[in-house]
């Protein structure tokens, strides 16, 4: 068993897309990033590389113009598949959310869903959680959109 935790935090700014765990969600704001700028994808990528002692995403994906706009769904493929060749799989993984609007509960089963789908696992070992910062810092402005993620990897079963 090998476990691994990443956090990732990205700038709210007009003209872009909200983009959570694969899910648009409408909003006037989006993450401005490099990539498409999904802070659950991120979070859970390098939670995974943690947990595989590789390194961090930049390692990987580093902000050059190959990766502009990059969906990050292709960042959490290529993620996996070094995991699967590592000879490990999902145990389980938990995600969170901080974000102070708009409210995400109706969006959490179908991000659920993108994840499991991506990570070959079931959805029943994928939990989601979203909540606020209370009006506090960036976040808590509606600055920014924040997403922690804690993985348990197993040795893949025969």
Do not use: C, W
């Amino acid at each position: 068993m090998r476990i691994g935790f990443a956090s990732d935090i990205h700038r709210l700014v007009e003209g872009r897309k909200l983009v959570l765990a694969g899910v648009e969600i409408p909003s006037s704001l989006g993450e401005l990033a490099h990539t498409d700028g999904d802070v659950v994808y991120h979070a859970l990528s390098e939670a995974i590389l943690g947990a595989l002692a590789l390194g961090d995403l930049g390692k990987f994906f580093p902000g050059t113009p190959k990766f502009k706009d990059m969906d990050s769904s292709k960042i959490v493929d290529k993620i996996v598949q070094m995991m699967l060749d590592k000879n490990y799989q999902i145990n389980n993984i938990d995600i969170s959310i901080t974000l102070e609007k708009p409210k995400l509960a109706s969006y959490i089963p179908l991000m659920r869903e993108n994840i499991a789908k991506l990570l070959k696992t079931s959805v029943n070992n994928v939990s989601v959680k979203a909540g606020t910062n209370e009006g506090i810092d960036e976040i808590g402005k509606g600055l920014a959109v924040k997403a922690e993620a804690i993985v348990l990897l197993k040795e893949k079963e025969a």
